[in-house]
Nanobody, 130 residues
């Protein structure tokens, strides 16, 4: 059974940093595109970032460009989201999701929509507040 587990969330002051991890079990992440999404109270789930199976292609939402960095270590079966210069509006539950794509080159221009991902983690809370 495919399973994704997020970790690394918590409470941080504005301007601070957090590093989220998305660990896979029951399958090998090597062939999967991974997306990070977030959902704030009362808001729809939004895409944050995505990364191709090799790590060669990445994309970010405009709201996090220059502050967040997605990466992966396939040897550890884990994908990371480094979040710097956090803002109160980054407060949300963060989810990672996985899917296999035939073509990943378009990831440089856009991430797949949330509805296309079949496997999801349970989420980790990120709260940015002073």
């Amino acid at each position: 059974q495919l399973q994704l587990v997020e970790s690394g969330g918590g409470l941080v002051q504005p301007g601070g940093s957090l590093s989220l991890s998305c660990a896979a079990s029951g399958f090998t992440l090597d062939y999967y595109t991974i997306g990070w999404f977030r959902q704030a109270p009362g808001k729809e789930r939004e895409g944050v970032s995505c990364i191709s199976s090799s790590g060669e292609n990445t994309n970010y939402a405009d709201s996090v460009k220059g502050r967040f960095t997605i990466s992966r270590d396939n040897a550890k079966n884990t994908v990371y989201l480094q979040m710097n210069n956090l803002k109160p509006e980054d407060t949300a539950v963060y989810y990672c999701a996985a899917q296999r794509l035939r073509r990943e080159t378009y990831l440089n221009t856009r991430c797949p929509p949330a509805g296309s991902f079949g496997s999801w983690g349970q989420g980790t809370q990120v709260t940015v507040s002073s």
